[in-house]
Nanobody, 128 residues
Framework: QVQLVESRGGLVQAGGSLRLSCAAS????????MGWFRQAPGQEREFVAA?????????YYADSVKGRFTISRDNAKKSLYLQMNSLKPEDTAVYYC????????????????????WGQGTQVTVSS
């Protein structure tokens, strides 16, 4: 099995920055991808960003975070990061990291279906 542990989120003012991390442990895969999703109160969980783990690490972003958030990885540490800048109150949500033990298909990047493993989630609150 795979364990994913997110760092603690936090409370930040609008316009501020926050960096989330996710450490993976357990079973390893030769080809996989990781992503970030979030769920705001009363809403469905939505895609935020994803990165392939092999090669150059293609990245994908939701339109709502493009240009503000950056996803990155550290292969040696088996860690995933999400740098969030210019935060807005609407970014308030529980953020989840997820792992897909297979290559990402571009048309499926924003779907939860490819992701078999999920972290416990971490709260990010952006105050206005």
């Amino acid at each position: 099995q795979v364990q994913l542990v997110e760092s603690r989120g936090g409370l930040v003012q609008a316009g501020g920055s926050l960096r989330l991390s996710c450490a993976a442990s357990g079973r390893t895969f030769s080809t996989y991808a990781m992503g970030w999703f979030r769920q705001a109160p009363g809403q469905e969980r939505e895609f935020v960003a994803a990165i392939s783990w092999s090669g150059s690490g293609n990245t994908y972003y939701a339109d709502s975070v493009k240009g503000r958030f950056t996803i990155s990885r550290d292969n040696a540490k088996k860690s995933l990061y999400l740098q969030m800048n210019s935060l807005k109150p609407e970014d308030t949500a529980v953020y989840y990291c997820a792992l897909a033990p297979r290559p990402l298909i571009v048309t499926m990047v924003s779907s939860e279906l490819p992701y078999d493993y999920w972290g416990q989630g971490t709260q990010v609150t952006v105050s206005s």
